[in-house]
T-cell receptor, first 111, second 114 residues
């Protein structure tokens, strides 16, 4: 099946810093989503981005489907950005939205 | 208030007992999903349903069973055949059946088997 690799696995920042999280995938995809999992376990949708670039406030994401990677940018980080960020993809050959998740990036933002 | 609800939030069971986790959505979504998350790992798909009265196995279906009698509800039963049931279980839904649609998640149920 499709492989999803996220980097870095852990990231520690000072409040106000910028960061880039990366998601590499091994095959073509129909769907790519970025999620933030808060300390209580809730998965919050950040972006639905199978290709192109999107921005939402301090967050933006870019997916280059032909090169099989996606980037999540966090600018001016805040302590509330802490948590685990997941990339999830749906392989191109499947029918129905069967997401395969990466292992996540654990982000800690210190005050 | 539209969304996905899961109950209970925490569940404790003795080894060998079956347990059923509830998932309800009022988003009028056709597709629903169950995922399992172990500590420090990503989510893995257990079962999914694209339409009422139909469901398919995901990557780790052994030891689990589901039903989809109503569009709004997709309960998951963790049976005694599941060798390591202690985990965080998340339910999700998406608008379409058979299409690449954005998935939305419930708050999860933490199951601990003693």
């Amino acid at each position: 099946g499709i492989q999803v690799e996220q980097s870095p696995p852990d990231l520690i920042l000072q409040e106000g810093a910028n960061s880039t999280l990366r998601c590499n995938f091994s095959d073509s995809v129909n769907n790519l989503q970025w999620f933030h999992q808060n300390p209580w376990g809730q998965l919050i949708n950040l972006f639905y981005i199978p290709s192109g670039t999107k921005q939402n406030g301090r967050l933006s994401a870019t997916t280059v489907a032909t090169e099989r990677y996606s980037l999540l940018y966090i600018s001016s980080s805040q302590t509330t950005d802490s948590g685990v960020y997941f990339c999830a993809v749906e392989p191109g050959e499947t029918s129905g939205s069967r997401l395969t998740f990466g292992e996540g990036t654990q982000l800690t933002v210190n005050p | 208030d539209g969304g996905i609800t899961q109950s209970p939030k925490y569940l404790f069971r003795k080894e060998g007992q079956n347990v059923t986790l509830s998932c309800e959505q009022n988003l009028n979504h056709d597709a629903m999903y169950w995922y399992r998350q172990d500590p420090g790992q990503g989510l893995r798909l257990i079962y999914y349903s694209q339409i009422v009265n139909d469901f398919q196995k995901g990557d780790i279906a052994e030891g689990y069973s589901v039903s989809r009698e109503k569009k709004e509800s997709f309960p998951l039963t963790v049976t005694s055949a599941q060798k390591n049931p202690t985990a965080f279980y998340l339910c999700a839904s998406s608008i379409g059946a058979g299409s690449s649609d954005e998935q939305f998640f419930g708050p999860g149920t933490r199951l601990t088997v003693l």
